[in-house]
Every structure is written in structure tokens, then in C-alpha cells.
């Protein structure tokens, strides 16, 4: 098994491809060891000393580490482990991550379905090649509440990526939208 790296818009995470299926589809975020129980492969992650947060994606998982640690000392026990972990075919999720989304459901309004249909084609896709995502949390009074998540969560440049890529994208599609802002 071969696993690549890349590094990621935050120098805080690098993300790993093992050139298979991490969750297929979907996303799961563990920002603390706590949040872990549900991923066997994501507990494991949080046993390596520097490990701060798992993120895992379709096909990709990103660690962030603590701020003292380097890469190059952090990387072989990380590739150890997703190695271990992959060549032994074990659960990544005990449980289904779901659709990505934190709220809604049939009873969408149409706006809500508009804004998660853009976020789902057109924002997703390009944030996941940066090691994150971003999820859809509500829309009240033409605000539309996202959480960034992975590497891009905690990111310097994720509040330009907000305002200025998907802000502007909301408001050209849906007049409705007035302004994005992030939530934890």
C-alpha cells in the first residue's frame, strides 16, 4: 500500500491519500480525541502523540497536530498507522457520517435546498482537495450559517474563502443571501 501526502492551505494539517476508500462518500470530523469513538481508525490517529484533530473524507484523511510538532517526526507513525489500519480491512466508522450536513431534511424550504445543492456541487468538491469540508448549520434571515471542518477549519485563509468565494457564489445564485458567516 501506497500512501501519498499533500499539503493543505493550513500548515497545521497535511492530508493523506491511501489510494482507496476512506468513507466513500460523506465526512466525518473529530476535532478532539473525545469525539473519536466512533471511528476506530480515528481513536488510533489520536493514540500518536501530537495528533490534535482527524478528519476523514471520500477517499482522504487530514490530521492537524499540535503546534510544537513537526511533520517529519509526526508523518511515519500517521502512515504506520492508516497502513496498519487499511491492510487489515477494519471499520473506518462504526456508524453511517451521514450526508454532511448538520441540519435539515425533507422539509427543506426551496432556498435551503438551493443553498446545500451549490455547497454540495460547487463548494465541496474544491474544499475536499484541500483536506476539508464545509457544512451547511442554517439559513435565517438571509444568513447562511457554515462550519469549516478538516484543514480548513482553524485555516488563515478560510474566512477569505468564505466571504469572498462562497458568499459571492450564494448571493449571485440565491438573492435571498445577504451575508455567510461560520460557525463552530
Same mark, same amino acid.
Given at each position: 500500500?501506497?500512501?501519498?501526502?499533500?499539503?493543505?492551505?493550513?500548515?497545521?494539517?497535511?492530508?493523506?491519500?491511501?489510494?482507496?476508500?476512506?468513507?466513500?462518500?460523506?465526512? @466525518? #470530523? &473529530?476535532? =478532539?480525541?473525545?469525539? +473519536?469513538?466512533?471511528?476506530?481508525?480515528?481513536?488510533?490517529?489520536?493514540? $500518536?502523540? /501530537? !495528533?490534535?484533530?482527524?478528519?476523514?473524507? @471520500? #477517499? &482522504?484523511? =487530514?490530521?492537524?497536530? +499540535?503546534?510544537?510538532?513537526?511533520?517529519?517526526?509526526?508523518?511515519?507513525? $500517521?502512515? /504506520? !498507522?492508516?497502513?496498519?489500519?487499511?491492510? @487489515?480491512?477494519?471499520?473506518?466508522?462504526?456508524?453511517?457520517?451521514?450526508?454532511?450536513?448538520?441540519?435539515?431534511?425533507?422539509?427543506?424550504?426551496?432556498?435551503?435546498?438551493?443553498?446545500?445543492?451549490?455547497?454540495?456541487?460547487?463548494?465541496?468538491?474544491?474544499?475536499?482537495?484541500?483536506?476539508?469540508?464545509?457544512?451547511?448549520?442554517?439559513?435565517?434571515?438571509?444568513?447562511?450559517?457554515?462550519?469549516?471542518?478538516?484543514?480548513?477549519?482553524?485555516?488563515?485563509?478560510?474566512?477569505?474563502?468564505?466571504?469572498?468565494?462562497?458568499?459571492?457564489?450564494?448571493?449571485?445564485?440565491?438573492?435571498?443571501?445577504?451575508?455567510?458567516?461560520?460557525?463552530?
Amino acid at each position: 500500500m501506497f500512501i501519498q501526502t499533500e499539503q493543505t492551505p493550513n500548515p497545521a494539517t497535511l492530508k493523506f491519500l491511501p489510494g482507496r476508500d476512506v468513507l466513500g462518500q460523506g465526512a @466525518a #470530523d &473529530f476535532p =478532539t480525541r473525545a469525539e +473519536a469513538a466512533r471511528s476506530p481508525l480515528a481513536q488510533r490517529l489520536f493514540e $500518536i502523540d /501530537g !495528533v490534535e484533530g482527524v478528519f476523514l473524507g @471520500a #477517499d &482522504f484523511v =487530514t490530521i492537524t497536530k +499540535a503546534g510544537a510538532k513537526e511533520w517529519f517526526l509526526l508523518k511515519p507513525s $500517521i502512515l /504506520g !498507522v492508516i497502513m496498519e489500519h487499511f491492510t @487489515a480491512n477494519r471499520p473506518v466508522l462504526l456508524e453511517d457520517a451521514g450526508d454532511g450536513h448538520a441540519e435539515g431534511n425533507e422539509d427543506d424550504g426551496e432556498i435551503v435546498t438551493q443553498i446545500k445543492e451549490l455547497l454540495d456541487t460547487r463548494v465541496r468538491p474544491a474544499v475536499a482537495q484541500d483536506g476539508g469540508d464545509i457544512t451547511f448549520h442554517g439559513f435565517e434571515d438571509g444568513v447562511v450559517y457554515l462550519a469549516m471542518k478538516g484543514s480548513c477549519s482553524g485555516c488563515p485563509s478560510s474566512t477569505a474563502t468564505l466571504k469572498a468565494g462562497i458568499e459571492n457564489m450564494l448571493r449571485h445564485y440565491i438573492p435571498e443571501v445577504t451575508e455567510v458567516r461560520a460557525v463552530r
